[in-house]
């Protein structure tokens, strides 16, 4: 996914499209110190991402896992958003490098949520040493290309989360994979630049919808954020038609 920054764009809405639009992320950790290692020394793994409606990123980790033992140990992490892929020039592009410490969730919708994006994950997301995480974000630092660079603190990047589209959410999505299959296909293909047909919406939030196509996954933007179902329809409507006038 290759996430170029515009100039007029808020340096927070870029942290945040970030965040949603990435399926994977670097997870630094601080180690704990086993083995006779010197502890605090940082620790980075890849892990797969999703994020809660609110733009929180959630984890799903193994107990087993030496990240998982640091955070249990330690719960502050940073997790690198890189939005740099397939640019000639990759510093051009942006990055997001989110503090904040992440602390295990039993909500259904985490869960619910980070099946979804990863949907390979459900063969080991019953095992009893795997859990959800959820990241509560401190402080953001971006890195939108030479000269654009912000720390922001995590209460201008996480934005409450419209309760009556989260409602819905489930209802929307299997709406439009059951339905609407073929306009799934067009905003990938006509607005997003992806390829081939069979794409189907993983979830839904208040600035846009994913969208995952077997190991591809693509951000649709909304023009306007979309505060309940009808909305969020609207948004998706509008969208369809740009992108058949798209292909004309």
């Known amino acids: 996914m290759a996430e170029t920054a515009a100039a007029d764009v808020p340096p ?5 499209r970030l965040i ?12 704990r110190g086993d083995g006779g290692r010197a502890g605090g020394a ?13 733009g929180s990123p959630l984890l799903l980790i193994s107990g087993l896992a030496d990240h998982t033992r640091n955070i249990a140990r330690d719960d502050r992490v940073s997790l690198l958003f890189d939005g740099t892929a397939g640019l000639v020039e990759p510093l051009t592009g942006a990055r997001a ?7 295990a969730s039993v909500e259904e919708h985490h869960r619910a949520r980070f099946l979804a994006r990863h949907p390979s994950a459900t063969m080991y997301a019953s095992f009893r040493d795997f859990a959800l995480y959820r990241v509560a974000v401190e402080r953001a630092h971006l890195v939108a290309g030479f000269g654009r660079i912000h720390w922001l603190p995590g209460d201008q990047v996480i934005q ?12 929307i999505v299997g709406h439009m994979n059951e339905d609407h299959s073929a306009a799934l296909d067009l ?13 189907r919406m993983t979830g839904i939030d208040a600035e846009g919808a994913d969208l995952r196509r077997e190991g591809r996954v693509a951000r649709l933007d909304f023009a306007q954020p979309a505060t309940d179902a009808e909305a969020a329809r609207a948004e998706l409507v509008r969208l369809v038609r740009q992108a058949r006038e798209t292909g004309t």
Do not use: F, K, M
């Not at 927070?12 to 945040?16: E, L």
């Not at 905003?187 to 794409?199: P, Q, V």
């Open 160 to 171: 409450p989360a419209p309760e009556a589209l989260v409602a819905r959410e489930a209802d």
């Open 97 to 103: 490098s989110i503090q904040g410490r992440a602390s």
């Open 187 to 199: 905003y990938a293909n006509r607005l997003l630049g992806e390829i081939g047909t069979g794409w």
């Open 42 to 54: 940082p620790y980075a793994s890849l892990v797969l991402v999703a994020c809660d409606h609110d």
């Open 12 to 16: 927070a809405d870029i942290v945040r």
């Open 20 to 31: 949603r639009a990435t399926d994977r992320a670097s997870l630094a950790t601080l180690d």
